[in-house]
């Protein structure tokens, strides 16, 4: 049977479906007569309800008229086809190369009795386009007729939401599994009040393209809310929220969700305060009792009061109206009253309020008025007037004086506390004058400005003058803290002039003490500070300028005032007087008063003998200079001349004391007023100075004794304590360039500069010959240079050739070495070398094996040592050292006579030892003449010495004796 293709239209049927994702989506082709071909026969299709997507293309020259939306899942066609002819007819379909689409549609056959058949398409990812056409065959003819189909886009069309949970603090309600169901879409959740939010997690299916949105609605008004959708607002009863699914076809569903917040029980007042006062009043708090107060003048039977609460109204005890939150009334408080507090609940809690009136705080004495506030009388004073403080209060912000001339005093001893802030108590300015406190008490009793201890703010300070400020003999600044680079804790003086007549600022001791970063009491940036009268700035601190900090300006002083230095501290930055660059104390033409004392403790910027720290009219300095002291640095003292300037103080650095004979020598330390301080640096000054008969050993000594290559001899001294020319040297003491001879006796313990030395002792030579002479210790010791070396001393660059002898037949230990008796562990000892004979017995123990005699110590470590001819005697003995380690230590084999006991004539440690012969060598020694060859082995050349240089001996210490074929020291 022969079929006519016809002139046909295609149109695409959308059918409805369902929003699950296993839904089909039904298109139905239903047939079509051509009148013209059916005439002879021919058969045509049409498809109906064509829902299509848009209009392009042309039809008639093969264009594709319609595009439809299919889903991703797959899709079911339905062919119905009028079959007049009653043949089979067979239906494929074809892509758009002509390819039979065999794994996505199977072939369909219509028989003769058969009105329809299905074929399934199936989607693809999302945007995709499909271009298909369907051929129909007769069975009978074999004629294929094509019907292209319109053009395809997959889309999901899923709209549902794949996960909802709400979480709160109580609970965690999960609605998943019931959103599969297509009908529940409205979900509901009870909250307790406690409840103030919740949180939602949403989502559609993974790998969709479906999208939601979480709003609330007030009416038709739409609140979208942001994601992440975390502490949502609830409020009390129900709140409502709206979920939109929106599906990539467009289409949209709702899901809603009703929360019920419990309503709550809560009614408690947080704050009550009054507001007609100035400042408000806060009220205290115990409970359900509220207790407030208020000035004199505040007018109680008509009082203005806001109550902060939780509950959901508040109502006075007469059956007012409820008020809601916050509850703003006017009511009579001459006898307390009863509020009730009404929670949502409908629950209410009772509260008694007492309102107090305060005595007044200040009145201005010039027309006998009373001010609640401090703040109100200095704002209602007239020029001149005096506000005279009747009690102790607490300011919560500061005061400013503008305008006007204020004085404050008070009826007894009064205090005006500043509260917790970053504030200055009272800001005077330019055209304004303040005076703080009377002039004698009790007609004026004392007034305090205090930072009531407070944590240090930036700004924190009793006063700032811009204008004029003057403090009077009963006015205190004190326990203000001020971290703030432009510090003044006490008074921040800009422009201006401050007079300090009398008064104090500062406390007492470490109590109620002024601190800052700069300027503890007073900080001077410009104007003048004019302190006078019997004005006292004391126990202040401060990084820099615990009393008064000037960094430009004028600081004048005069009569009995006092910046009072620390006791016993010479402390920067305690209560002292820090100078800026070339800044100075000027001292009044009416001069300082009579048997003041020290009047203050000055610490410049700069040191130097070019830096004028006191100014004035020179017969004043003159008189007063001596005054005021310098704060030492790290150079040592300092001193004020009659002129006002620096210069180093006797006994420092740069201007040690200097020995010139054997007077001087025993002023060290020697107590009284002719007794020079162990701690200041000396110098030798004679070629040598005899000491015949008894010494006391002076110590302990922690300056420096500059020997200038000079001899002291011990015209066979006896020592009357332990140690040698000093007792114990300090770890800052320094003995050097200094060479012994003679003999000298101690009684326990001896040796020729020191007893225990935890400084520096170098560059010394000796000759001594040192004994003990009637011992009564048990531990009995003897020492070339020193007994101790101590833990933090250092002996470098000395020898030693004379005798040392530790024997006595009463003690238990004995200890003797030709440098040191001991070295104790972290000591020091190097560069050093040694003869002559030593000596340690003790005749009854000797056996014990508690006496010790080494060629270098007795015991202990040494490094770079070299010991030479002499006897060692001992019951334990060392050519170096008895039972210690050291490096590069030197010694005679056979030179040197070991008279020990039995089986302790063997040195211990790492030492290494030289033949009888080989240290008469200069080579061996490896001295060269410009001293600049240093050897890990040899002792002779040392190490270059680090002070300044002094005398002749340049920078190295030793040189070659060629008489003696020793190294020798530079003075020797």
Same mark, same amino acid.
Not at 400 to 424: Q, W
Not at 457 to 476: D, E, I, K, L, P
Not at 564 to 584: F, H, I, K, M, R
Not at 689 to 714: A, K, L, Q, V
């Given at each position: ?78 062919? @119905? ?14 892509? *758009? ?19 329809? %058949? ?38 999901? $069309? ?80 129900? *709140? ?57 003048? #505040? ?43 009404? %929670? ?36 209602? #004073? @007239? ?12 300011? $919560? ?92 804790? +006490? ?61 430009? +300006? ?67 300095? *003159? ?20 002129? +006002? ?7 420092? #650095? ?67 304590? &332990?140690?040698? $020319? ?6 800052? +003491? ?19 500069? %020191? ?88 005749? %009854? ?7 010790? #005699? ?52 063997? &040195? ?56 003696? *074929? ?7």
């Amino acid at each position: 049977m022969s079929i006519p293709k016809p002139f046909f239209a295609v149109f695409l049927l959308l059918a409805v479906f369902s929003l699950t994702q296993c839904d089909l989506l039904n298109i139905s082709i239903q047939p079509y007569i051509d009148e013209a071909s059916s005439s002879a026969g021919g058969m045509g299709i049409q498809i109906t309800s064509p829902h299509f997507v848009n209009t392009q293309g042309d039809a008639e020259s093969g264009g594709l008229p319609f595009t439809a939306i299919l889903p991703e899942a797959p899709t079911i066609i339905t062919v @119905q086809l009028r079959n007049p002819q009653g043949h089979n007819l067979e239906l494929a379909l074809i892509d *758009n190369d002509g390819n039979p689409v065999s794994s996505s549609i199977a072939i369909a056959t219509i028989s003769s009795d058969n009105k329809s %058949a299905t074929v399934t398409i199936t989607g693809g990812s999302r945007n995709t386009l499909f271009d298909y056409t369907m051929t129909i065959t007769s069975e009978v003819s074999g004629i294929t007729t094509e019907v292209k189909l319109p053009r395809m886009i997959s889309r999901h $069309l899923n709209a549902n939401l794949n996960s909802l949970s709400v979480t709160s603090v109580e609970r965690t309600d999960t609605f998943s599994s019931r959103l599969n169901d297509p009908d529940d879409k409205e979900y509901e959740i009870e909250l307790e009040p406690e409840t103030a939010s919740i949180s939602i997690s949403a989502a559609v299916p993974s790998g969709r393209y479906s999208s939601f949105e979480i709003y609330t609605r007030n009416g038709n008004t739409r609140a979208v809310i942001q994601a992440p959708y975390n502490n949502i607002p609830m409020e009390f009863g129900t *709140n409502w929220i709206y979920i939109d699914v929106t599906a990539d076809s467009g289409e949209v569903k709702t899901y809603t969700l009703k929360v019920n917040r419990g309503l709550s029980s809560t009614n408690d007042i947080v704050e009550f305060k009054v507001t007609s006062t100035t400042p408000e009043r806060i009220a205290t708090i115990n409970g359900t009792n509220i207790n407030v107060e208020v000035p004199s003048n #505040a007018p109680l039977s008509v009082l203005n009061v806001e109550i902060t609460h939780n509950g959901q109204s508040v109502r006075l005890e007469n059956g007012s109206p409820e008020i809601d939150n916050p509850a703003v009334l006017t009511a009579d408080f001459t006898s307390p009253r009863t509020f009730n507090v009404i %929670a949502q609940d409908g629950s209410q809690k009772e509260y008694s309020v007492t309102v107090t009136v305060l005595p007044a705080q200040a009145r201005l004495q010039s027309d006998g008025i009373d001010y609640p506030t401090l703040e109100m009388a200095i704002s209602y #004073a @007239q020029d001149t007037d005096t506000i005279t403080i009747l009690s102790n209060f607490t300011a $919560l912000n500061g005061y400013t004086i503008e305008g006007k001339n204020i004085t404050l005093i008070a009826s007894a001893a009064r205090t005006i506390t500043a509260s917790a802030g970053n504030f200055t108590l009272f800001t005077v300015n330019a055209s304004a004058a303040l005076t703080l406190g009377g002039t004698s008490a009790p007609n004026n009793g004392t007034i305090t400005l205090s930072g009531g201890n407070e944590a240090a703010q930036a700004n924190r300070r009793g006063v700032h003058n811009s204008g004029t400020f003057t403090m009077n003999s009963t006015a205190v600044i004190r326990s203000f803290n001020n971290n703030n680079t432009t510090g003044g804790a +006490g008074v921040l003086q800009s422009n201006g002039t401050f007079y300090m007549n009398g008064g104090t600022i500062g406390g007492s001791g470490n109590a109620n003490i002024n601190t800052a970063t700069n300027g503890g009491g007073v900080y001077v940036a410009s104007g003048v500070f004019n302190m006078t009268g019997n004005s006292n700035i004391q126990s202040n601190t401060a990084t820099n300028g615990g009393g008064v900090y000037v960094a430009s +300006g004028t600081f004048n002083m005069a009569g009995s005032a006092r910046v009072t230095p620390s006791t016993n501290n010479t402390n920067a930055g305690n209560n002292d007087v820090y100078l800026v660059n070339e800044q100075s104390i000027s001292i009044a033409t009416s001069g300082l008063a009579a048997n003041s004392g020290i009047v203050a403790r000055i610490t410049p910027q700069n040191y130097s003998e070019s830096t004028q720290v006191l100014t004035g009219v020179d017969i004043i300095l *003159n008189e007063y200079f001596s005054r005021f002291v310098v704060t030492p640095n790290a150079s040592g003292q300092w001193s004020i001349n009659s002129t +006002g300037y620096l210069y180093p103080a006797l006994g420092s #650095a740069a201007n040690p004391r200097l020995i010139n004979n054997l007077a001087d020598l025993q002023n060290i330390g020697a107590g009284g007023t002719s007794g020079t301080p162990l701690g200041d640096h000396y110098r030798l000054m004679t070629s040598t100075i005899t000491i015949s008969g008894n010494w006391t050993p002076r110590g302990p000594f922690t300056g420096t004794f500059e020997g200038n290559g000079h001899t002291i001899t011990m015209n066979n001294t006896s020592l009357s304590g &332990d140690g040698g $020319l000093f007792g114990n040297i300090g770890a800052s +003491g320094i003995v050097r360039n200094l060479k012994f001879t003679g003999a000298l006796r101690g009684i326990n313990n001896a040796a020729t500069v %020191a007893y225990n030395n935890l400084g520096q002792v170098y560059n010394i030579s000796s000759s001594v010959n040192v004994s003990l002479l009637n011992p009564s210790a048990t531990t009995i010791r003897a020492g070339g240079i020193v007994v101790i070396n101590g833990s933090t001393g250092t002996i470098r660059n000395c020898y030693s050739t004379g005798n040392v002898n530790a024997t006595d037949t009463f003690s238990v230990t004995a200890r003797a070495g030709r440098i040191a008796a001991e070295n104790a562990s972290g000591g020091i000892i190097e560069y050093c070398w040694a003869s002559g004979n030593v000596t340690a017995e003790s005749t %009854a123990l000797q056996q014990l094996e508690l006496v010790f #005699a080494g060629g270098i110590v007795g015991t202990g470590i040494v490094n770079r040592c070299v010991s030479l001819l002499g006897t060692i005697t001992a019951g334990r003995i060392g050519r170096i050292s008895v039972n210690a380690s050291g490096s590069n230590n030197f010694s005679n084999l056979s030179g040197i006579n070991m008279n020990g006991s039995a089986n302790n004539t063997v &040195d211990q440690g790492t030492n290494v030892f030289g033949g009888s012969g080989g240290f008469d060598d200069r080579e061996w020694w490896r001295i060269t003449a410009d001293f600049n060859t240093h050897d890990s082995k040899v002792i002779a050349t040392g190490v270059a010495n680090t002070e300044s240089a002094l005398g002749n001996h340049s920078f190295l210490p030793w040189y070659w004796d060629a008489s003696t *074929n020793r190294p020798r020291l530079w003075f020797d």
